[in-house]
Structure formats: C-alpha cells, structure tokens
C-alpha cells in the first residue's frame, strides 16, 4: 500500500494465497519468479529465524532466504530494498520505528499508545532515515505473535485488533495476518526515495 500511494503500479508476490491482497497478485514461489519488467523490487524474507522471539517460537530454517534474496535481486538490474526485522544482519541498511511516523492510537484502558515495529530495510539505494525511534517514555502497543499486544497487557485483550489496524494503518487484514505486515507508512517513505532515484519516471 505504501508504494502505492508513493506513486507506483504495485504486483505481489507470495508461495502462499493472500485473498486480502489489495493489489495484483501473483501466487508463485518469489526466489524463482522472473523479475524483468519491474522498476523496482522489494522483498520481505521470512524473519522467523532473525528475530529476538526465535528462542520462544524456533527455527523454521529459512534463515538462508535473506542473502539470497539480496543476491538475487541484485543480479536484477534494478532498485530494490529487503525488509526484515533489526535481529538481521544487513549492513548499512536503516531502521524505521512506528514513532518517527506518528503511527499512534488511542484504548480506553491506555489512552495514547504508539507503534514501535523496529524494521531494517536493505537497499541498492541509499535510503534516509525518518528522524530516529522516538519510543522512549511512550506507551507502545505490540503488533506480534498472531495478534496485538497493549502496555503491560496480553496479547489478546479487549480492542487490541482495532487498536492494531489503527495504529499499523492498515484495515484490510485479519488480527493474524497483522504480525507479518509492514505499516504503510514505512514503504511509502522509502517509494518516494526510490522514485527520485528513477527520475520520477
């Protein structure tokens, strides 16, 4: 969504159906599928074995996709950027944190809550960052785990769903597909940068 409202004709790729996606939708495996035609390329690798949690929720053993998402997109030609969480390594990539793009809400049981979702973003462009995390002293609301979580609260609790739509700015997707989204905020930021690269073209 956000390379969309950036000004781009967004395709996605995914092994698995997305019957929410907003966009066209192609259901193929993305390590094999052809890349020529596009201006741009971005890819989120599975983060299940980079994160933090990976100790609570295991290895899934698609570690490897990371480089070799980076290896293959830059045979492609073309821009591109990798997502992943900031347990990866991917050098001089930026981190974006909710709170440098306002992404807050408010619960009745918290008031104000903002998002943090720390994400790397990898690019064969340099990419700026958006001011720094701001998380410090806010109250933070969780969007992980198959759902949301509020300050000091489970993750399941009263109004967390429509805190987290809220605050991720994203109304399209179940509570459990929440987890593994990037808020639009982030990409649309970075579609612009890539736009001025491609000469606005």
Aim: with cysteine; charged share 20%; net charge neutral.
């Amino acid at each position: 969504m956000g390379y969309h409202r950036a000004g781009f004709d967004v395709t996605g790729v995914d092994i698995n159906p997305q019957p929410r996606y907003p966009f066209t939708f192609i259901q193929a495996d993305a390590m094999s599928f052809p890349l020529d035609g596009y201006d741009a390329i971005h890819a989120s690798p599975p983060c299940r074995d980079k994160t933090v949690l990976t100790s609570v929720i295991g290895f899934d053993g698609t570690g490897w996709m990371l480089e070799a998402s980076r290896d293959r997109l830059a045979e492609s030609g073309v821009p591109w950027v990798i997502e992943n969480v900031g347990g990866a390594h991917m050098p001089a990539s930026v981190m974006y944190c909710g709170t440098e793009f306002g992404l807050m809400t408010t619960m009745p049981r918290y008031g104000e809550v903002w998002l943090s979702r720390h994400r790397k973003f990898w690019s064969s462009v340099f990419l700026w960052g958006a001011g720094g995390c701001n998380c410090a002293g806010r109250k933070i609301i969780g969007v992980y785990g198959n759902g949301a979580g509020g300050p000091r609260a489970s993750t399941r609790g009263p109004g967390m769903a429509k805190a987290a739509r809220e605050v991720m700015g994203i109304d399209w997707m179940r509570r459990r597909e929440l987890d593994q989204a990037i808020p639009p905020a982030y990409t649309e930021y970075i579609g612009a940068q890539l736009l001025d690269h491609l000469g606005g073209r």
